[in-house]
Structures are given as C-alpha cells and as structure tokens.
C-alpha cells in the first residue's frame, strides 16, 4: 500500500509538470513567464528523480488510479529517454584517427566555426546497387562530386539513372556499398542509424516529390514535428513558445502563415510542398537536399517553389542542392552535373 501511495505521489507530481508545461502561452501570467532557471532546473530534477523511483518501482506498469494515462505515457517514455542527453553519447570510428568519436562530438564539431574548407559535402567513388531477385543491379558506380558552401547545386537525370539514390546516400538515408561522403570535414556514410538520425536532425534538411506530411497534424504541427523529435516532451513543451513563434515565421516566409491550422488534406499540392520546406528549415539545417521538389505540381506552382528555393540560398546562403530531370529549372541553378547510368558524365555552370 505504501509503495503503491508513492507511486501515484510520484506519478502526481510529473502530471503537474505536464500540465503547467501544457498550458496555453496566451493565458501565462508575467510571473509565470518570468521564472527562473533555477525553478527550471528544480522541476526537471524533480522530474529526473520521480522518473527513476517509477523506473525502479516494483508496482504494474498500469496502476488504477486516476493518473494512470499520465504514468502509462511517463513509463513509455523513460524507456527511451530516461536520463539521456538531446545528443546520445554513441561512438563511431574515425579512420583518419584510429580513434572512437560519440555523436555529440561529432555535432559540436559541425556546430564549431573551425571548418574551412569551401565543400560542405564532398563525395568520392560513391558505389551502390540492389539486389533483385537472385541479380545485383548497379546503381551508382563510382559517382565523384562536391557541393560547395552557399551554391544552389542541381543533379540532372533521366529517371533510373540514379541520381535520387545518390540524393538519399548523401542525406545517410541509405548507405553505399563503397565510397566515402564527408559533411563539413566529417566522414558520415559509416555512422550508425541513431547517428545519422541526429545528423539529420541538426544539419542536412529534406524535401521529397511527395511531400510526406503526416495527415493527422497541422500545418503548424507538421513543421514542428523535428524539434519534438529531437527534445522529447518535456524539454519541447519547455520551449514550445518559441518553437511555435519560430515556425509561424517560416510559414509566413514560404507563404503560408494563414494555413497553420489546416491539415495536409486542406491543401493545393504546391502548399503542401512549401510546408514540407518550412519543415526543413525549422532545425536550420546548413544543407538543404531537395528530390523532384516539382514532380507533382503544375507550372504555376513548380515556379513558386524554384523561386522559394533560389531565394533561400541567396538570401540566407543555405547551401541546395536539388534532384531533377528537368534541364530547364537545373539553369536556375548556380551549376548543374548530370548523371547518366550512375556516372557523373559532366558538369555545367551557369551565370
């Protein structure tokens, strides 16, 4: 019976948390917003310590009680982010070194002003292939590229040449049978998955030809959905009010600020693209992948998102590079190279 009384005292007190983080921002008092880092901290310690109290509880994952819901989701949870930092400590081996380098150094690398070289990413005897059925298929086969700092890059293709497989290897969606891609003098294509996740998450952003905007979310919602991603509740629902204001602002950038309660369904499909950009641009990524960003629209709505594109890298000097098969939207960009049966057969640059 006691154990039981501090399970719910514990499960109360993380309920009140919620709640207080929940709270609309407009109905916030000055006092409220004004509270200080030191209450901050008391909470997420109070937080921390009754997480492991349920952890090491020997009680039922579901008492009966009227906070049961909120325990459920607290101990679903601590299961994958109990006492963990934003940037798991894993490890990955750097062959230049011979030495073991966790994640989060690898990010506060990236983050660091130290890196010099003109090529955010630099691709080299890139190979990959699949296998269909009892038969290997090559994809790529040796593909040499670089894509420099503050240029609007296009990849031009016909369709099977390979050059969306080329897109997702450089986004580590994927990894290539052989070769090495750098990211800002950082090796990449032999991190792990939760690596790559994080890699993702913090610096490369990504648009498809379809769109992937998750149905039951808002506009506002959907751009938001990497940075809940990334903090876990608590700490997004610490910062919710300045996430929120943040991506208002890249939904009135890209022309949307009167959408944000709409769902993907509500929208053109050239609205839904503009969305799954300001998506991209919400963890301000220094690279901006973007795959058949027009395959699915007209000409009226193909133009706009060029013209949202070309605007970004030359207002914000976002680095881009873009997937097509169109050659007149790759002569909007600052250079082109084309693919043809995997291999890089030539490269043009346009004034």
Same mark, same amino acid.
């Given at each position: 019976?006691?154990?039981?009384?501090?399970?719910?005292?514990?499960?109360?007190?993380?309920?009140?948390?919620?709640?207080?983080?929940?709270?609309?921002?407009?109905?916030?008092?000055?006092?409220?917003?004004?509270?200080?880092?030191?209450?901050?901290?008391?909470?997420?310690?109070?937080?921390?310590?009754?997480?492991?109290?349920?952890?090491?509880?020997?009680?039922?994952?579901?008492?009966?009680?009227?906070?049961?819901?909120?325990?459920?989701?607290?101990?679903?949870?601590?299961?994958?982010?109990?006492?963990?930092?934003?940037?798991?400590?894993?490890?990955?081996?750097?062959?230049?070194?011979?030495?073991?380098?966790?994640?989060?150094?690898?990010?506060?690398?990236?983050?660091?002003?130290?890196?010099?070289?003109?090529?955010?990413?630099?691709?080299?005897?890139?190979?990959?292939?699949?296998?269909?059925?009892?038969?290997?298929?090559?994809?790529?086969?040796?593909?040499?590229?670089?894509?420099?700092?503050?240029?609007?890059?296009?990849?031009?293709?016909?369709?099977?040449?390979?050059? /969306?497989? #080329? &897109?997702? %290897?450089? =986004?580590?969606?994927?990894?290539?049978?052989?070769?090495?891609?750098?990211?800002? @003098?950082?090796?990449?294509?032999?991190?792990?998955?939760?690596?790559?996740?994080?890699?993702?998450?913090?610096?490369?952003?990504?648009?498809?030809?379809?769109?992937?905007?998750?149905?039951?979310?808002?506009?506002?919602?959907?751009?938001?959905?990497?940075?809940?991603?990334?903090?876990?509740?608590?700490?997004?629902?610490?910062?919710?009010?300045?996430?929120?204001?943040?991506? /208002?602002? #890249? &939904?009135? %950038?890209? =022309?949307?600020?009167?959408?944000?309660?709409?769902?993907?369904?509500?929208?053109? @499909?050239?609205?839904?693209?503009?969305?799954?950009?300001?998506?991209?641009?919400?963890?301000?990524?220094?690279?901006?992948?973007?795959?058949?960003?027009?395959?699915?629209?007209?000409?009226?709505?193909?133009?706009?998102?060029?013209?949202?594109?070309?605007?970004?890298?030359?207002?914000?000097?976002?680095?881009?590079?873009?997937?097509?098969?169109?050659?007149?939207?790759?002569?909007?960009?600052?250079?082109?190279?084309?693919?043809?049966?995997?291999?890089?057969?030539?490269?043009?640059?346009?004034?």
């Amino acid at each position: 019976m006691q154990n039981d009384n501090a399970r719910k005292k514990d499960a109360e007190i993380l309920a009140s948390l919620r709640r207080r983080s929940a709270d609309d921002p407009s109905q916030a008092t000055n006092g409220e917003r004004a509270t200080t880092e030191t209450q901050e901290r008391s909470e997420s310690q109070n937080r921390a310590d009754a997480l492991r109290r349920l952890r090491d509880s020997k009680g039922p994952t579901s008492p009966m009680s009227a906070v049961s819901p909120t325990l459920r989701g607290l101990r679903e949870e601590q299961e994958d982010n109990f006492a963990t930092p934003t940037l798991p400590e894993q490890s990955v081996v750097d062959e230049s070194v011979g030495a073991l380098k966790p994640t989060a150094k690898i990010v506060r690398d990236l983050e660091s002003d130290d890196a010099i070289e003109s090529e955010i990413m630099i691709v080299s005897e890139l190979y990959k292939g699949y296998v269909m059925g009892k038969k290997k298929v090559p994809v790529l086969r040796g593909v040499n590229l670089s894509a420099h700092k503050g240029e609007f890059l296009a990849v031009v293709g016909q369709s099977g040449s390979g050059k /969306s497989t #080329l &897109l997702h %290897l450089m =986004g580590t969606l994927d990894v290539p049978d052989s070769g090495t891609i750098y990211f800002d @003098g950082q090796r990449i294509d032999n991190l792990t998955i939760g690596q790559r996740d994080v890699l993702r998450n913090h610096f490369i952003g990504m648009i498809f030809q379809f769109y992937h905007l998750l149905p039951e979310l808002t506009v506002l919602e959907n751009v938001l959905s990497p940075l809940m991603i990334r903090d876990g509740v608590f700490n997004y629902m610490r910062r919710r009010r300045r996430y929120v204001q943040e991506a /208002s602002d #890249l &939904l009135e %950038l890209v =022309g949307l600020s009167h959408r944000l309660k709409h769902r993907p369904n509500e929208l053109s @499909g050239g609205e839904m693209q503009r969305a799954s950009i300001a998506r991209a641009l919400i963890s301000n990524p220094r690279l901006l992948l973007a795959d058949e960003p027009t395959g699915n629209l007209d000409s009226k709505a193909s133009a706009s998102v060029l013209e949202l594109l070309r605007k970004l890298n030359d207002e914000k000097k976002l680095t881009v590079v873009m997937v097509t098969h169109d050659m007149a939207q790759a002569r909007d960009a600052d250079r082109s190279i084309r693919i043809v049966d995997g291999q890089v057969v030539d490269e043009s640059r346009y004034s």
